[in-house]
């Protein structure tokens, strides 16, 4: 079993969706060693932004073309989730879609690393223990807020896991999983955490210890007015702060959700919905939201986004055209070339230079600092 796969201090969780996957395609080599991506594939008929598949093979044939084209590093690891996916949903030949995702990957190769979790059920877990037989690269394993209340009950349940997926503690990559956190929450969250770090048996052994959250509301109009720029805390990073610089023997690591909620969803009729531009841009520890008005309402349409790139181009945040393709894109919208783009294209332009910007910010955090046992 291959325990000394290096998986970066940085995990973001990525919807395998177009928008992610234009993204971290043009994330630059310099800064992909500094991030392991984990994909989250969405049940099949969930998207609009794809052309519909005729059958599930079809549609994890083509998720797994996207994530090889978009994670051209052979040399690298990165996770696939698929705890979207309908329990009963099965290949033609009655293959669980675990099992297909992970042959298509070995025939590439690529070091995709099976994600897992204790809420899954028995065939989907069946269905891991075959990939991590034929591949040999052991697992990762979500933990969710309802799993962290009893450290002795999950030091029970993830011996279990182990046992019957067939691998040691230090073949499993472990994710604390708080998905959307709130500042009101903070205190709960990084109580939590601390205690459950510290309740983990073999602390020391675990491949990887990684804090996973998501700061980004569900709906930017809850937060920020239409026409209006505006500044959201980045919740998930304090609170990983917090942690890091707390007397733990074994800081965790970082994972966020990019530059969307965790429930983030496309929706079966887009043209249905009141679209509206906006850009989401990562600073040191807020994102800078600039927002339009619903394209149905205002005669610029999707030609807002010149003048909101405009606007940030023009603000101190902004890190530069040269900073990452997302920011050149930015750029040269600001220009009012080469096109206005649409909702994907504005989620992969501000995933990549969230990618981009976050990646760095947590290595320079982490090289000034006790560095974390991986």
């Given at each position: 079993m291959n325990s000394t796969l290096e998986i970066a201090h940085y995990i973001p969780i990525?919807?395998?969706?177009?928008?992610?996957?234009?993204?971290?395609?043009?994330?630059?080599l310099s800064t992909k060693v500094l991030l392991t991506p984990l994909f989250d594939i969405p049940h099949m008929g969930s998207e609009s932004d794809e052309p519909a598949a005729d059958s599930l093979d079809d549609y994890l044939q083509a998720k797994v073309a996207h994530i090889r084209k978009a994670w051209v590093c052979e040399e690298r690891a990165f996770f696939v989730?698929?705890?979207?996916?309908?329990t009963d949903a099965r290949a033609?030949?009655?293959?669980?879609?675990?099992?297909?995702?992970?042959?298509?990957?070995?025939?590439?190769?690529?070091?995709?690393?099976?994600v897992t979790g204790l809420d899954r059920d028995g065939a989907y877990q069946e269905a891991v223990r075959g990939v991590v037989g034929g591949d040999k690269r052991g697992i990762a394993v979500r933990l969710l807020r309802e799993d962290l209340?009893?450290?002795?009950?999950?030091?029970?349940?993830?011996?279990?896991?182990?046992?019957?997926?067939g691998v040691r503690r230090e073949e499993v990559s472990l994710l604390l999983v708080f998905r959307k956190v709130e500042e009101s929450e903070a205190d709960?969250?990084?109580?939590?955490?601390?205690?459950?770090?510290?309740?983990?048996?073999g602390?020391?052994?675990?491949?990887?210890?990684?804090?996973?959250?998501?700061?980004m509301p569900e709906s930017l109009s809850t937060r920020i007015s239409k026409g209006a720029t505006g500044e959201i805390t980045r919740t998930d990073l304090a609170l990983w702060t917090r942690l890091r610089?707390?007397?733990?023997?074994?800081?965790?690591?970082?994972?966020?959700?990019?530059v969307v909620h965790p429930d983030h969803q496309h929706f079966s009729n887009p043209r249905a919905l009141k679209l509206t531009p906006s850009i989401r841009y990562a600073t040191e520890d807020r994102w800078l939201i600039l927002r339009g008005?619903?394209?149905?309402?205002?005669?610029?349409?999707?030609?807002?986004?010149?003048?909101?790139?405009?606007?940030?181009?023009?603000?101190?945040?902004?890190?530069?055209?040269?900073?990452?393709?997302?920011?050149?894109?930015?750029?040269?919208?600001?220009?009012?070339?080469?096109?206005?783009?649409?909702?994907?294209s504005w989620i992969g332009f501000g995933t990549n230079h969230h990618l981009t910007f976050v990646s760095k910010q947590v290595d320079a955090a982490l090289a000034g600092s006790r560095q974390p046992d991986r």
């Open positions: 990525l919807k395998a969706k177009l928008g992610e996957f234009g993204a971290i395609e043009e994330v630059r989730d698929l705890y979207d996916t309908d033609r030949d009655g293959t669980h879609p675990v099992s297909v995702v992970f042959s298509i990957l070995r025939e590439a190769p690529a070091l995709g690393i099976p209340v009893s450290a002795n009950q999950l030091g029970k349940q993830l011996a279990e896991l182990m046992t019957f997926v709960y969250i990084y109580s939590t955490a601390a205690r459950t770090i510290a309740g983990l048996p602390l020391s052994e675990w491949r990887t210890l990684t804090f996973a959250a998501g700061g610089n707390a007397d733990l023997k074994r800081p965790p690591t970082f994972a966020d959700y990019g008005y619903p394209i149905d309402s205002h005669p610029d349409g999707w030609e807002q986004v010149y003048a909101l790139s405009r606007d940030l181009v023009g603000r101190p945040q902004f890190s530069g055209q040269n900073f990452s393709w997302g920011d050149e894109q930015i750029e040269r919208r600001a220009r009012s070339r080469p096109g206005t783009g649409n909702a994907t």
